[in-house]
């Protein structure tokens, strides 16, 4: 089972759904979801489309027995060998359940933002939970070294990286970017974009104070941020204080970056914390270079030079001088994004990934889950199409 609480569809929720998808035939995997005032809907439906078990649970944290034991009824009836948590919330939730039923807990550590002083209570409570589960899967290896100064035993630690689908993102689309550049009053020939929650963590006021340099020097550049959150006001206070309002937009939150991001020139995270971004893995799926900070297990993913660049955190001048370096050399752009879109189809494929959670699984729960032999995997049928949409 894959526990979470979902409030939209986002990075973190293809993740699950694209396991689950690649786990082998064989293998029942349902995914549930905390309610969270209905929110958990858009998961639910798009693991539906998709053929996948899917549970909405009525209950939450704040009515925690009541949560734990519809929870315990779930994992009973769907018969489940582990729970995969994902958040505070399924970490405990989940363990509590798994333990009544003598199973395992695995905890997917993804990261902590500490953006609000709520949030870090509960990144605080997240991190002492991870000590009694019963694995911790860490999405970096800048993450587990953070979970390893928490006391959590390296024999109970994996790191399985996030992942990423090359066939869901084809060649830009005309339309797309046309929809892009009208967001402008004068029609930029480069288009910087980046996506994230608007919260201090992802550095976006760096970004701007980065763009400001840029625009100065070349005019025809301009950026576009997609997502929503508690700066927004703030930061489009700031792109105007600048003079950018015809050069920096906010777009809000998107279900179609997929379709966005191919049509970028460059995409850039600003990051000051991050566990394994979602959004570069995606950007060098679509043959987008990427200039990024180097924090978290970014490094890991973008190899300075090769794909794009990576810039110190905080670093406005360093970070407009790498998105400059590149839009300013065509060649090198498309060298990189070309370099960026094999290198994630070899190492961080959903293939690979559910080979290294499966073999997890079997250790855990003590058994081979290899299929018999009239049961055949859809790992090898997903991986040639996304090789042939590719």
Do not use: C, K, P
């Given at each position: 089972m894959?526990?979470?609480?979902?409030r939209f569809f986002g990075s973190l929720e293809w993740q699950i759904v694209e396991?689950?998808?690649y786990l082998p035939g064989h293998v029942r995997s349902t995914i549930v979801s905390f309610h969270e005032d209905g929110l958990c809907k858009s998961l639910l439906d798009q693991a539906r489309r998709l053929g996948l078990n899917a549970v909405g649970l009525r209950h939450d944290t704040p009515h925690l027995r009541k949560a734990s034991s519809e929870l315990t009824g779930v994992l009973r009836s769907t018969q489940a060998d582990l729970v995969c948590c994902h958040g505070y919330k399924a970490n405990l939730l989940g363990r509590l359940a798994a333990r009544r039923l003598g199973i395992p807990a695995i905890a997917i550590a993804h990261g902590w933002t500490g953006e609000s002083r709520r949030i870090?209570?509960?990144?605080?409570?997240?991190?002492?939970?991870l000590r009694y589960m019963d694995h911790v899967v860490c999405v970096s290896e800048g993450q587990s070294r953070k979970v390893d100064q928490l006391g959590v035993p390296r024999d109970r630690m994996s790191v399985i990286h996030n992942a990423v689908d090359v066939g869901r993102f084809v060649k830009p689309q005309r339309v797309f970017r046309e929809e892009l550049e009208e967001m402008f009053p004068r029609r930029p020939n480069r288009i910087v974009g980046a996506a994230g929650r608007l919260s201090p963590e992802k550095g976006f006021d760096v970004l701007i104070a980065a763009?400001?340099?840029?625009?100065?020097?070349?005019?025809?550049?301009?950026?576009?941020v997609y997502g929503d959150g508690p700066l927004r006001d703030e930061l489009e206070a700031s792109v105007v204080e600048k003079g950018l309002k015809d050069r920096f937009f906010f777009a809000g939150f998107t279900s179609r970056l997929d379709k966005l991001i191919p049509c970028f020139d460059l995409l850039t995270l600003p990051s000051y914390t991050e566990g394994l971004p979602c959004v570069v893995l995606e950007a060098l799926a679509a043959g987008v270079p990427v200039v990024a900070t180097a924090v978290g297990g970014t490094p890991e993913v973008l190899i300075d030079g090769a794909a794009g660049y990576l810039t110190p955190p905080?670093?406005?001048a360093a970070l407009a001088d790498r998105i400059a370096a590149v839009l300013e050399d065509e060649q090198q752009r498309r060298s990189m994004g070309t370099f960026g879109r094999q290198f994630v189809r070899d190492k961080f494929s959903f293939a690979e990934q559910s080979e290294r959670y499966l073999k997890l699984y079997e250790s855990l729960c003590g058994r081979d889950m290899s299929p018999s032999r009239d049961e055949s995997p859809i790992a090898d049928a997903l991986s040639a199409s996304a090789e042939a949409v590719g």
């Open positions: 894959q526990l979470t609480s979902s396991l689950t998808r870090r209570l509960y990144e605080a409570l997240d991190r002492r939970l763009a400001e340099i840029v625009v100065r020097h070349n005019a025809s550049i301009a950026f576009v905080g670093d406005s």
